[in-house]
């Protein structure tokens, strides 16, 4: 509803403000780039989301956030790029579940653009991921 989108912008006016205030937060564009992406606004989604994985490449929320827009709009190979930066990100093991969820997205998303060996290193990930949980809980 109209209400819920008055909001919506009202937040990335914020957020963008706030981005602007201290250029060197991640948080503010983080933020933003969720809810562009929310909102349908990928070309601006994928520019915040550009400028947080350009600040703090270990950020696996916004690399894969930034992976799947890229891909969306036709950029494969910077996508795939993006996708690295994920299997890379040693944030993922903190939240097992999470990671999970985005690296079983992100082999989806090698194996159509074509790069079967990061879609198998994705889903190694999250099987290794796994494993160690259950290891953990016994």
């Not at 937040?11 to 201290?22: G, P, R, T, W």
């Not at 070309?43 to 992976?67: F, S, Y």
């Amino acid at each position: 509803d109209s209400g819920e989108d008055g909001e919506e912008l009202s937040a990335a006016k914020q957020l963008d403000a706030a981005a602007k205030q201290d250029p060197d937060a991640t948080e503010p564009l983080r933020e933003l780039a969720k809810l562009y992406a929310q909102l349908g606004r990928d070309p601006d989604a994928i520019r915040a989301a550009r400028k947080v994985v350009a600040k703090d490449p270990g950020d696996a929320d916004t690399a894969a956030l930034l992976a799947r827009l890229l891909f969306d709009a036709g950029e494969t190979k910077e996508a795939l790029a993006a996708a690295k930066l994920v299997l890379d990100s040693k944030s993922l093991a903190d939240r097992p579940e999470r990671a999970v969820r985005v690296l079983r997205g992100l082999a989806g998303l090698c194996e159509k653009a074509g790069d079967l060996a990061a879609a198998e290193g994705a889903l190694l990930k999250a099987v290794e991921l796994v494993a160690d949980g259950r290891a953990q809980a016994i």
